[in-house]
Nanobody, 119 residues
Framework: QVQLVESGGGLVQAGGSLRLSCAAS????????MHWFRQAPGKERESVAG???????YYADSVKGRFTISRDNAKNTVYLQMNSLKPEDTAVYYC?????????????WGKGTLVTVSS
């Protein structure tokens, strides 16, 4: 059974940092493009960052310079280091695997982890 399981969310003050992890199981994801999305209350799910199999990355403009996506293929795990967090970063963060950058193009999804940034 293929699973993506996020962890590392929590409550943090503005300006603080969190590191999210996405542990994959059921098969190797080393050749997949991996993504982080987020969904704030009342808003649509939006792309945050992605990383290709060879390490190329992309970021949403809203998180550039603050968030860093990385992967450890030996551990079948993807990370999202989030620094200088802002209240507007509050959302459920989801890990996904898929060949496009659009949410409707993902093949696998995790269940999400909640990040709350207090002002």
């Amino acid at each position: 059974q293929v699973q993506l399981v996020e962890s590392g969310g929590g409550l943090v003050q503005a300006g603080g940092s969190l590191r999210l992890s996405c542990a994959a199981s059921g098969r190797s994801f080393s050749k997949d493009v991996m993504h982080w999305f987020r969904q704030a209350p009342g808003k649509e799910r939006e792309s945050v960052a992605g990383i290709s199999a060879n390490g190329n990355t992309y970021y949403a403009d809203s998180v550039k310079g603050r968030f860093t996506i990385s992967r450890d293929n030996a551990k079948n795990t993807v990370y999202l280091q989030m620094n200088s967090l802002k209240p507007e970063d509050t959302a459920v963060y989801y890990c996904a695997a898929g060949s496009t950058r659009q949410a409707n193009g993902m093949d696998y999804w995790g269940k999400g982890t909640l990040v709350t940034v207090s002002s």
